[in-house]
């Protein structure tokens, strides 16, 4: 079964109820996997680089990272997505999930030297 790796949860404070919430509604990324998040919402992971690609390298090795059938998606810090996607690809590809404003849904983007580089979206 595919999983989705989301680079961090992103979190805000919730006006009504005081407590936190995820900032963006990830919901229709699950029609390609369960939500696997490498970081959670907190902390500034980039300021630790060797700590940062260590609990990365620790994740996907804990999650079975496959490139064959996994997905990434990003959001947070853009040095954390980076690191992650590179991450990935050291390890035989991925393809990336990238959220489409005007339908309102997630297409599919090949890494390069990704297995599946064939597919440059998922049809929608």
Request: with cysteine; hydrophobic share 40%; charged share 25%.
């Amino acid at each position: 079964m595919s999983k989705v790796f989301v680079t961090q949860q992103v979190r805000i404070r919730d006006a009504a109820t005081g407590g936190f919430r995820d900032k963006v509604d990830l919901t229709p990324a699950t029609k390609y996997g369960p939500l696997i998040y490498i970081f959670g919402g907190g902390g500034q992971v980039a300021l630790q680089p060797y700590l940062m690609v260590d609990s990365i390298e620790e994740r996907l090795s804990e999650e079975k990272f496959d490139p064959r059938a996994d997905f990434l998606l990003c959001q947070g810090d853009p040095v954390v997505a980076m690191q992650v996607f590179h991450l990935m690809m050291q390890r035989g590809g991925c393809r990336v999930l990238r959220w489409d404003n005007m339908y309102k849904h997630y297409t599919i983007v090949a890494g390069q030297d990704s297995p599946n580089r064939e597919m440059a979206h998922d049809g929608n």
